[in-house]
Structures are given as C-alpha cells and as structure tokens.
C-alpha cells in the first residue's frame, strides 16, 4: 500500500554562516536593516516537502507517491526519484515557470533565514486525486494555498484518511479554512509554534484538536514531542543525535516516520518515537536527502 504526499518539490540552495544571526541584526535598527552574510559553504540539494518526505518513508520501506509539480529545470529532480525507486505518476511538469527554489542559510546555532520562491508549486492544484485502492493514507503538507485547499477536500470526498501538517505554509489560512482542514483530517501534526498559531486562529484548545481526530502531534525540537489523543497528552522523548550538521530537511524526516508508522498501524507514540529517532539521524547529514539508515525499523 502506498502514502499519497501533496506538498512541494524544490531546489534548496544552503549556505553556512560561520557567526551568529544575533550578532549582526540589531534589533533597535529593525527599520534600516542592511545587512550581508558571508557564506563561506554552499550546496544544492534536491529538497520540497514532498521530495523529502518521500525519500524518508522510501529509505525506511514505505511506498511514497509524491504529488507534486515541478517547473521546466526539474528533469534532474525526476530523474533522481525515478533512480530511487519512488513512483512519479503523480508528478507533474509546468513548462512556463521554474522549480520551487529555497534559497537557506543556517548560523552557527542553527537558526535559518529562508527565502522561498513559490514557482511552479503555485500549480500544484491541477492535480487532481481520485480513489485508488492502493492508496493507504495520504498527507497534506506545506504546498501552494489552492492545492492544500482542494486537495483536503478531495481525500475527504476520496475517503482517504490523511494527516495535515501544514508547517510553514499555516500562516495562509484563516480560522475558518484551518478549522474545515482538521475536521477532514485523520490525524494532524504541527510544530510548537505552529499549535499556538492553530488554537489562536481555531479558537480550540490542542485538547479540543485532538477529540476531533484520532491523534495530534506537536513536534518540540530538541525536547522532543507531545502526542494528544482524545484530549489525554503523553511525552516522547527525543533522541540525542550524534552530531549537529544541518537542520534542513529534519521536520521532513519525522513526517516520512510518522506514515510509516501509520500505515502499519502502530500507536501514535511508537510513530513519534521513530519520527524522532530518524530526525535525529537527519541532523547529523548535510541537505535533506543525503542520510542513510544506521538502524531497522520496528
């Protein structure tokens, strides 16, 4: 059985900053800020949430079929996950725009500036999902608004249940829209930033969330995870990665554990477990695509 994963396909441009952001933005100088980075490392990485995502649940045995478009420079992009074995029917090819690039640059202390051009990902809503019998589960992650939009309610219609994670892209819905999106999910995962956001705007508590689906999950970085089930919360606790290399591409790592775990049934705590465990195994990897399993999944 495979995960449908609706969210972007993009370039990532990552570069290294040797200082701290802290150190050269004043914060009483915000209205005339001018400021430039020397970035001595710079690389290029095949990234976008669905890519990435995709490349986790592949690497530890799950079937991804990411929906997604990429622009006219993405033959490399789907040459690749062809090599990998993931499926690209669901991927398709806009030839009057580029790529979604992520141009990102990390300090010292893994803070990331970020900038993102949108692209051919702004098409992404033509693609259309329709029931099919190998599709277990599905997941509405960071994509262009009219895509998360219809492609939600088409899971619904499909009866396909999914989890929405709408990570950075959840500042593009108001109250109303993100309410309708956790009453179609299955399960829904946000960051401890993005919670807040999600109860401000809902006006629900994460207790109330999590009694409107089976499970919440709210990803705490290095303190690992709180999973909400029927209003009850429980802790999971992170694991210690053997080094800090790069944060790019970690939160994309969890989500690939989570429908692993999902697909074969496991509690929701047992999949933050793994999610937590492979995000870890993530940071300590340059870009998101460039690690390898050092453990068996469950």
């Given at each position: 059985?495979?995960?449908?994963?609706?969210?972007?396909?993009?370039?990532?441009?990552?570069?290294?900053?040797?200082?701290?952001?802290?150190?050269?933005?004043?914060?009483?100088?915000?209205?005339?800020?001018?400021?430039s980075f020397?970035?001595?490392?710079?690389?290029?990485?095949?990234?976008?949430?669905?890519?990435?995502?995709?490349?986790?649940?592949?690497?530890?045995?799950?079937?991804?079929?990411?929906?997604?478009?990429?622009?006219?420079?993405?033959?490399?992009?789907?040459q690749c996950?062809?090599?990998?074995?993931?499926?690209?029917?669901?991927?398709?090819?806009?030839?009057?725009?580029?790529?979604?690039?992520?141009?990102?640059?990390?300090?010292?202390?893994?803070?990331?500036?970020?900038?993102?051009?949108?692209?051919?990902?702004?098409?992404?809503?033509?693609?259309?999902?329709?029931?099919?019998?190998?599709?277990?589960?599905?997941?509405?992650?960071?994509?262009?608004?009219?895509?998360?939009?219809?492609?939600?309610?088409?899971?619904?219609?499909?009866?396909?249940?999914?989890?929405?994670?709408?990570?950075?892209?959840?500042?593009?819905?108001?109250?109303?829209?993100?309410?309708?999106?956790?009453?179609?999910?299955?399960?829904?995962?946000?960051?401890?930033?993005?919670?807040?956001?999600?109860?401000?705007?809902?006006?629900?508590?994460?207790?109330?969330?999590?009694?409107?689906?089976?499970?919440?999950?709210?990803?705490?970085?290095?303190?690992?995870?709180?999973?909400?089930?029927?209003?009850?919360?429980?802790?999971?606790?992170?694991?210690?990665?053997?080094?800090?290399?790069?944060?790019?591409g970690c939160?994309?790592?969890?989500?690939?554990?989570?429908?692993?775990?999902?697909?074969?049934?496991?509690?929701?705590?047992?999949?933050?477990?793994?999610?937590?465990?492979?995000?870890?195994?993530?940071?300590?990897?340059?870009?998101?695509?460039?690690?390898?399993?050092?453990?068996?999944?469950?």
């Open positions: 059985m495979a995960a449908l994963i609706c969210g972007s396909l993009a370039f990532d441009t990552i570069m290294t900053f040797e200082g701290r952001f802290a150190e050269q933005i004043l914060p009483d100088q915000l209205h005339i800020l001018n400021v020397l970035v001595p490392t710079l690389r290029r990485d095949f990234g976008g949430c669905a890519g990435n995502i995709a490349y986790s649940l592949h690497l530890l045995g799950g079937t991804p079929w990411p929906m997604a478009m990429l622009g006219s420079d993405g033959g490399g992009y789907l996950l062809q090599a990998q074995g993931i499926p690209t029917a669901h991927v398709g090819m806009a030839q009057d725009t580029y790529t979604a690039q992520a141009m990102i640059m990390t300090d010292r202390d893994n803070n990331q500036i970020t900038a993102f051009h949108p692209g051919a990902m702004l098409q992404a809503h033509t693609l259309r999902i329709t029931p099919h019998p190998d599709i277990a589960l599905a997941i509405i992650a960071p994509d262009g608004r009219e895509a998360m939009l219809e492609h939600a309610e088409q899971l619904a219609a499909a009866d396909i249940p999914f989890v929405f994670d709408p990570g950075q892209g959840l500042p593009m819905f108001d109250g109303p829209e993100l309410a309708r999106f956790v009453e179609q999910a299955s399960w829904v995962a946000v960051n401890d930033y993005e919670g807040k956001m999600l109860c401000e705007r809902t006006g629900w508590s994460l207790a109330d969330i999590s009694r409107k689906v089976r499970g919440l999950i709210v990803t705490l970085g290095a303190q690992g995870c709180e999973v909400w089930v029927d209003g009850a919360k429980a802790h999971v606790p992170a694991v210690t990665p053997a080094q800090i290399v790069d944060p790019t939160g994309d790592a969890w989500r690939g554990a989570l429908l692993y775990g999902l697909e074969r049934g496991w509690p929701l705590e047992r999949c933050a477990a793994l999610g937590n465990r492979i995000g870890a195994l993530k940071i300590a990897h340059r870009g998101p695509q460039n690690y390898t399993l050092d453990f068996t999944p469950g």
